[in-house]
């Protein structure tokens, strides 16, 4: 029997590369999960003191020399398909280097800041590796961000807390919810976050079937929470992605009838308790006459100047993060673009855009694959299964409505694109290891519909 088992775990481990064994100690995920806990809710800001001490840059470069001594134990975690696209383009940004308009400033600012936000992926890829850490990792970078919703919203309540304002025109000036104190997000931020929140709490949680009615009434709680502290941003970016989430969320629902109830309901009493300038600027998006109608003009005119811009040096770019420092140069106002495409083709050209779509082309793919091969396997244990599924659900919601928003919003040295393909190569290959499992456990006479030795394939 021990013999048969060896055997049994021996070809696993042999036919299915990706189900790596995890890591012998907690240690370094658990720093990880710190890290992720550091920068996210800025307690350099909060803790005084700690900001003397580089903290994020100390985490950074302590994970990194942790996983280089481990790095025969983590061979074979990075051979996805998303992992080399994401290398293309890095270096495609290294090897244009010397081509680019501006390769000073990528090199004295822009590159440092970039890889701050690119290790999101690799640690998260190669530190997240098995079921129990992915779900905890998940609920933990989910908490954060309803830590930074929440937080401005409760000070908005006790104390009248706005952290922003902005001009509407006629000398006019309108407040509007932002970060919290020791957050850097303004109103457009938060609205991304609250986004960015809503798949995660309604498939992981809400939709949870194991959840009882205290879980799931806390979660619309927080649901709820979130939508009015979106109201009190006006942020219009944010309104619109949430209405992309919501029917995406709705396409995918077999309860379309309740769930356009609910929606109804909400959207009823949301309109009721907005302020006339709310309003007004929500009106905006339709209509140029109205107060805030210039400023979303002045959004849409600002990314055809931009994708003008792009076409000035459409090869190589002019350097990665330089596309303020190209749009100060043509018009003598600094602001990064406010469009993620155009943004790429500034600073690293068409190709660049290219490989970066690339990088989340193949991400999305095997989310996708992991929800298919999840659900075809036999065996799978049911609440693996189902979290599995919900989480990739709420990631392709995800990541759809981030592709619509990068209509008008940056991306290429913000966390978001980098943490979602770490979280769907570290998913799918949990995936692998589930299915792989199941198989092997399956009866010679009753045989897995998915064979151990595909497993690694169809998740790549």
């Known amino acids: ?71 025969d134990e983590l061979a074979g975690r990075l051979s ?21 308009v501006w390769p000073g400033s990528v090199l004295r600012e822009n590159f440092e800041e970039w890889i701050r936000v690119v290790v999101f992926f690799f640690f998260t890829a190669l530190i997240v590796d098995s079921f129990d850490r992915l779900k905890l990792f998940v609920a933990v970078f989910v908490g954060t961000q309803i830590f930074r919703v929440l937080e401005p919203l409760f000070l908005h309540v006790t104390t009248g807390y706005w952290g ?38 309604y498939y992981l ?13 806390l979660a619309l709680g927080v649901l709820l929470a979130s939508l009015y502290a979106l109201l009190l941003s006006a942020s219009r970016s944010g309104f619109l992605a949430l209405i992309v989430t919501v029917g995406l969320i709705l396409l995918k629902s077999q309860r379309k009838a309740l769930l356009l109830a609910i929606i109804g309901i909400v959207s009823v009493v949301a309109v009721a308790n907005m302020t006339d300038l709310q309003r007004d600027r929500y009106r905006s998006l339709w209509s140029s006459d109205t107060r805030g109608g210039a400023t979303a003009q002045g959004r849409v005119d600002g990314v055809v100047g931009e994708l003008g811009l ?23 106002g600094y602001q990064v673009a406010h469009n993620l495409y155009t943004e790429l083709i500034i600073e690293t050209g068409i190709p660049g855009l290219l490989l970066y779509l690339g990088f989340i082309s193949a991400a999305l793919r095997s989310v996708r694959q992991l929800r298919v091969g999840v659900a075809e396997a036999t065996g799978v244990d049911p609440s693996q299964r189902d979290y599995l599924v919900a989480l990739s659900d709420a990631v392709q919601v995800w990541a759809l409505m981030c592709l619509f928003i990068s209509l008008a919003y940056y991306g290429v040295r913000e966390w978001h694109w980098y943490l979602m393909g770490g979280i769907c190569v570290a998913a799918a290959r949990v995936a692998a290891q589930c299915t792989a499992a199941a198989a092997a456990n399956t009866s010679p006479a009753r045989p897995s519909n998915v064979p151990a030795r595909k497993v690694a394939a169809r998740f790549r």
Not at 30 to 50: E, K, Q
């Open 310 to 332: 792009a076409m000035k040096h459409p090869l190589f770019g002019h350097g990665l993060g330089t596309s303020g420092e190209a749009k100060f140069h043509r018009s003598g």
């Open 1 to 71: 029997m021990a013999l048969h088992s060896a055997q049994k775990r021996s070809a696993v481990s042999t036919a299915v590369p990706l189900a790596v064994v995890p890591l012998a100690t907690n240690a370094l995920f658990y720093f990880y999960l710190f890290f992720v806990i550091t920068h996210f809710l800025r307690l350099s800001n909060r803790v005084p003191g700690i900001g003397a001490l580089r903290p994020t840059l100390v985490l950074v470069a302590g994970l990194t020399i942790a996983l280089l001594m481990k790095k």
């Open 205 to 217: 949680w809400l939709g949870n079937r194991k959840a009882g009615l205290i879980s799931k009434l």
């Open 164 to 201: 922003s304002e902005t001009y509407i025109g006629s000398g006019e000036f309108m407040d509007r919810l932002g970060g919290g104190p020791h957050d850097v997000v303004n109103p457009n931020g938060l609205g991304f976050i609250i986004v960015c929140t809503v798949p995660f709490v």
């Open 80 to 100: 996805m398909d998303a992992t080399r696209k994401l290398l293309h383009f890095a270096a495609w940004v290294v090897i244009t280097l010397p081509f680019v």
